[in-house]
């Protein structure tokens, strides 16, 4: 038996996040009936980072265990056969058996790219978050700093968050803009479920006018979910992927990070 790693990308736009459902229509469901295919066994994924709904993962990181012996490329080729366009294996390599891809990962990149426009999308739909009113940036940005750091993140906690904990430690949240089109890049050592997103509502609210930038601080002194913004949608929303140790010699960028603005 051999323990594998794969990164995977993917849109989530057709699927109602990675997490298996009965339904079968989920990330986890397609690769793991992929993989089952190409192995001729059955074969079940460990994630680095459950996604939602709509959110994208351009290194989504899983491992596996298989007796199957075939060379590193041939997993790639070999389910990439069996796997929906909207899907796929970017690379493969063996690692040691104590390798986890959830509890080995040392942090976790998101990155939200946002289209300010007074119109909305349209070839760039499901690939964008949008906003009509104009932002400022340093208004997000000096509100981004207040966030940084370890913190209890439970203003940003949506309720059905099943982390024992909500301390975080946000390491960076950097914010960034190319013509009509904001970055807002997400560095930690693990997220609460909902937390990019209702970051993204807070720093949104401070941008267009409608916060001060303090108001960021009252939030996170709140520790209450009903003090914070909505949930901003998860369109535009990337998993950039984890982190690990050197020793582990996993990929962190494939050739999409260089296109997503």
Request: hydrophobic share 45%.
């Amino acid at each position: 038996m051999q323990r594998l790693a794969l990164g995977l990308s993917y849109r989530g736009q057709g699927y109602h996040g990675w997490q298996s459902q009965p339904d079968g229509r989920t990330v986890q469901d397609a690769v793991e009936k992929a993989l089952t295919a190409f192995a001729a066994e059955p074969v079940a994924t460990v994630c680095a980072g459950r996604t939602d709904s709509g959110v994208h993962a351009l290194n989504q990181v899983v491992h596996i265990d298989t007796a199957l012996e075939r060379d590193a490329f041939s997993w790639v080729r070999g389910s990439n056969r069996y796997l929906p366009r909207d899907v796929a294996v970017q690379w493969c390599r063996p690692v040691a058996a104590d390798f986890h891809a959830r509890n080995s990962a040392r942090g976790r990149r998101y990155r939200f790219v946002v289209l300010e426009s007074a119109t909305r999308p349209a070839l760039e739909q499901g690939l964008v978050g949008w906003v009509f009113r104009p932002l400022d940036a340093r208004a997000m940005q000096a509100a981004a700093a207040l966030v940084i750091g370890e913190h209890d993140f439970s203003s940003f906690r949506a309720a059905g968050c099943q982390s024992p904990t909500p301390v975080k430690t946000l390491r960076r949240l950097d914010i960034s803009r190319r013509g009509a089109y904001w970055r807002f890049d997400f560095d930690a050592n693990a997220f609460l479920h909902h937390m990019v997103r209702n970051l993204m509502g807070c720093l949104l609210a401070v941008g267009s006018g409608r916060q001060r930038v303090e108001w960021m601080a009252e939030v996170l002194a709140a520790r209450c979910r009903d003090a914070a913004a909505p949930t901003f949608p998860p369109e535009g929303l990337y998993f950039l992927g984890p982190y690990y140790d050197a020793v582990h010699a996993i990929p962190q960028h494939t050739a999409a990070m260089d296109w997503i603005v």
